[in-house]
């Protein structure tokens, strides 16, 4: 049976039994920031769990899953990949245990006819329901079932302890293929479904959500709608058809392998599953990355982007090893696309251009190995020289981080030289690197770690913002700092930097600016220039504008409202940016950073081309759209479990809290977000993008104004416009109609005035024919013109055109230098020759030059002697002549 037509009769016998055939999700799940990818049937189906949107009880898919936590394993067993698909059936609160259990059964042993023998099951060691399944309905043997702890048969595993409150979950049940033996075996003799060795493959999971997670550990409520939710991998059981011991012989993954081999020019063993790990992780890499691209994944340094990036770079050094010393991954995905093009024709359509990525992507990591191979090679002999045998692990890191050359590789490449790597050394600069980067609002941090702040954040409560609700409030002054010292007060003209207990100052974050505003005591005003915020402490810095500012006292906060409107205008811009860009570029679409300032903004974002000023305008269109449909902005705050249920947008890679700050406008942009927003979209006021650009590969830079912005935008350019009118004489709406007819104009009277000059070159060239001279029997001309050199030759050849036999002298005192032209017909050059003569004549004007026999030019210094040299052109010819017989 081949692996279509497995999926084939598993969509087949699900619909037969009243499921709704739904087809697969992307990979890269629709406003879904629980996961990168899709890593199961399940995830497209979670409103459904839920009991939301509801438009059948039962589904059948096969959906792309890509696994980015079992990529270690890849190669390494024979049945794991990053990419694969998974079968799955689903029920929403419709049928439950008996119907999973008994389908499933009819499935493998009715319908794909396996043999009964080589299946074993597990289930949760409490669900005896289950048990009473397999054993009373199916018959199973008791020996064959397994009963296992909530680790092995719970979903999601540490759902009873650990799992958020309101969290579905459920036991599960397992369904297990014997392999038979295998070598790499620990103990044959204790071999059963729980062995390492994959003699025992899981092929089925079937999950029983029964229960709801309360809030204290292993507190289970059971839920009214409980749910079915199974996936079955589909390269497994198709292996398990196929008669093969590993998935990488199936149908649609042995041509891959092969390819790989041939690209390569390598042996492979398939049935070795002990060796060749490379091959089978090319191989499935090229096939995950192809899928990748083809919905929207390109390669990066962030987020998705990155791990694909990383499995290029894997796959790049496994073909290294193997051989490789030019780009070969594009060159399998031809076959990837043929082999999967039944279900999904589009990575066979996209081919050229999924090739042309990667391809561009090895060129960059080659580029990379070779700087960093390079310095690897001087560091290695600093290492020799100073007589030691371990590379420091700071060395090791700057090759990682300055020329992307992954650990792995340093530590391979030097015990290939018998050294060693300080890896211990390169992990603790790494740390330092993450905890760098952690600590990002870098300059307060700084300041915090060592300086005076160090000091009081031991004093010091942190601060507690309520600028969210207001722009002014009461505070205390917990501590005044004036250059780097914490001191008692500040005084008039003092630069200071303050800390309070709460505040209504927004602190740099997210890339929204700092408030500013003022800080007002009972003896004295501060004007705040900016708010940063380090680990929880509100740094506002500023300088003192009357009077004295002291520590302990209260003051009042009040910001400067105008210019937060128009930072919160900017940022709910930013929100309805985001939106536009991914409704009309695509879902590929994610925040890369971004600057919010007063009613200005910037946002970086991967995309892979330019965005076309058609597509700017659609999106500037879209935004304003938005704007003028008036939705309401609302903000809540709620747990992270339930943000992300709801789908809110997060930044990948970024740490949220518990609890997190959900900014929603209408019903079409949620995003997790700290900043200050508008109330309503409406108030944005106008939108307008500013320029495009690219910031880095794959990242582009989008920048716009809002608001009064916006307006100065439109009136500045209007203004410009009017210029332009007044220059050309005419009303602005004919503008550009009368620039395009000057250009055209122009261009017409440019040609004529170069037809006029040849004309010109032409006459005069007349004029010089008649004034040639004989000497001794040839025709001889010397004329002097105002021409410059280039000129010069060209007139020369005209002018002996137009003699047909003779010798053209042309001499002009262009810039006070002297140019010379010699030329000879061609029917003279076996008595005469060019380059001989000009260096004749030039040698009168202090020059020399030289050229062809029939052209030659030459430079002199004495302007003077111009008239000399020409009268010196008939005697030097006929000297000529006459040694020439
Ligand atoms: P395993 O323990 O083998 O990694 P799993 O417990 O992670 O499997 P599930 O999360 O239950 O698997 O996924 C359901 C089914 O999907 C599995 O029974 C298996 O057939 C298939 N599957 C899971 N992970 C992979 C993978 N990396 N490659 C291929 N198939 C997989
Ligand atoms: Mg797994």
């Known amino acids: 049976m081949k692996t279509s037509e497995v999926r084939a009769a598993y969509l087949e016998f699900f619909a037969g039994k009243a499921h709704e055939i739904v087809a697969s999700d992307s990979l890269v799940p629709e406003d879904d920031p629980t996961v990168l990818f899709t890593p199961a049937g399940m995830n497209q189906f979670k409103d459904q769990f839920l009991g939301r949107s509801l438009t059948f009880r039962r589904a059948v898919s096969c959906q792309k899953c890509f696994r980015a936590d079992d990529i270690d394993e890849v190669g390494q067993t024979p049945c794991h990949h990053s990419f694969f698909e998974m079968l799955g059936n689903f029920s929403f609160g419709d049928y439950f245990k008996k119907e999973a259990i008994e389908w499933a059964w009819e499935f493998l042993v009715g319908r794909l006819k396996l043999d009964e023998a080589k299946l ?530 997060a930044l990948f890679g970024e740490k949220y809290g518990e609890v997190v700050r959900v900014v929603r406008i209408g019903d079409y942009s949620i995003e997790l977000c700290g900043g200050t927003h508008l109330d309503q979209v409406a108030e944005v006021g106008a939108f307008r993008i500013v320029s495009e650009s690219s910031i880095a590969a794959g990242t582009r830079r989008i920048e716009a104004v809002t608001g009064s912005e916006a307006l100065e935008h439109g009136r500045r350019r209007e203004s410009v416009l009017d210029q332009v009118a007044q220059v050309l004489g005419c009303d602005a709406s004919r503008a550009a109609e009368r620039a395009e007819k000057l250009v055209s104009e122009t261009r017409e009277l440019k040609a004529e005035i170069r037809k006029l000059k040849k004309q010109g070159a032409g006459e005069s060239a007349d004029d010089i024919v008649g004034g040639a001279v004989d000497a001794a029997g040839v025709k001889v001309i010397a004329h002097r013109s105002d021409a410059k050199m280039n000129e010069l030759r060209e007139l020369c050849d005209v002018v002996k055109r137009k003699l047909g036999s003779g010798v053209v002298v042309l001499a002009s005192d262009a810039g006070g230098k002297v140019s010379l032209v010699v030329g000879v017909t061609r029917d003279l050059t076996a008595q005469l020759n060019a380059g001989k003569i000009v260096k004749d004549v030039a040698s009168v004007v202090g020059g020399g030059g030289g050229g062809r026999p029939d052209m030659a030019q030459a430079g002199g210094k004495d302007v003077t002697k111009i008239g000399e040299a020409l009268d010196s052109v008939p005697g030097v010819v006929s000297s000529y002549l006459a040694a020439s017989g």
């Open 120 to 649: 074993y099951v597990s289930v949760y060691e409490d669900d005896a329901e289950s048990y009473g399944h397999w054993r009373n309905l199916v018959g199973l043997p008791a020996d064959r079932i397994y009963k296992l702890g909530e680790h092995d048969n719970f979903w999601p595993a540490d759902a009873p302890t650990r799992s958020p409150q309101g969290m579905l979950c459920g036991p599960c049940t397992e369904i297990f293929y014997d392999m038979g033996p295998q070598p790499q075996c620990p103990d044959p003799a204790k071999c059963d479904i729980t062995c390492d060795c994959k003699r025992y493959v899981e092929i089925w999971n079937l999950v029983l959500q029964q229960f709801e997670k309360g809030g204290e550990p292993g507190e289970l409520h059971p839920l009214s709608m409980q749910n079915i939710d199974t996936g079955m991998g589909l390269e497994r059981t198709a292996a398990v058809m196929q008669g093969v011991a590993s998935d990488f012989e199936i149908d649609v993954l042995a041509p891959i392998v092969a390819a790989v081999v041939e690209v390569l020019d390598v042996r492979y063993d398939p049935k070795k599953l002990d060796a060749h790990r490379g091959v089978r992780r090319i191989a499935d890499f090229v096939r995950a990355v192809s899928f990748l691209i083809t919905d929207g994944v390109l390669p990066s340094n962030e987020g998705r982007g990155y791990v694909e990036r990383r499995l290029i770079r894997r796959a790049m050094l496994d073909g290294l090893d193997l051989g490789a010393e030019e780009p070969f991954l594009y060159g399998v995905v031809p076959v990837v696309g043929e082999m999967m093009k039944d279900v999904y024709p589009e990575v066979a359509e996209r081919r050229e251009n999924i090739a042309r990525i990667i391809k561009s992507e090895e060129e960059r990591f080659q580029a990379t190995l070779a700087n960093g191979s390079r310095l690897l090679e001087e560091l290695v002999s600093a290492v020799r020289e100073k007589g030691l045998s371990v590379l420091p692990g700071e060395e090791a890191f700057r090759l990682y981080d300055t020329y992307g050359l992954p650990i792995e590789l340093t530590e391979e490449l030097l015990s290939a030289r018998g050294l060693s790597t300080d890896r211990e050394g390169f992990e603790r600069e790494m740390e330092r690197q993450r905890a760098q980067a952690r600590g990002a609002s870098a300059m307060s941090s700084e300041v915090f770690d060592s300086g005076p702040l160090a000091t009081v954040r031991d004093s010091a409560e942190p601060t507690v913002f309520r600028g969210y609700q207001s722009a002014a409030c009461q505070a205390n002054v917990q501590a005044v700092i004036v250059e780097d010292q914490v001191v008692d007060a500040a005084e008039a003209g003092d630069a200071v930097t303050l800390v309070l207990d709460e505040t209504v100052f927004y602190g740099e974050s997210g890339g929204q600016m700092g408030d500013t505003g003022t800080i007002t005591g009972s003896n004295g005003v501060v004007e705040v220039l900016d708010t940063q915020r380090s680990q929880g402490y509100f740094l506002h810095l500023g300088k003192v504008k009357e009077g004295r500012v002291e520590s302990g006292r209260q003051v009042r906060c009040e910001v400067d409202a105008v210019r937060r409107r128009a930072i919160g205008r900017a940022h709910t811009g930013t929100h309805l940016l985001h939106h536009a860009l991914r409704t009309v570029l695509g879902r590929h679409v994610e925040q890369a950073g971004s600057l919010v300032a007063p009613d200005r903004l910037r946002f970086d974002f991967s995309h892979f081309q330019a965005v076309t000023a058609d597509e700017l305008e659609r999106i500037e269109e879209l935004v304003n759209g938005y704007v003028l449909g008036g939705a309401d902005v609302t903000v809540e705050e709620m747990p992270i479990a339930k943000a992300k249920e709801l789908g809110a947008m």
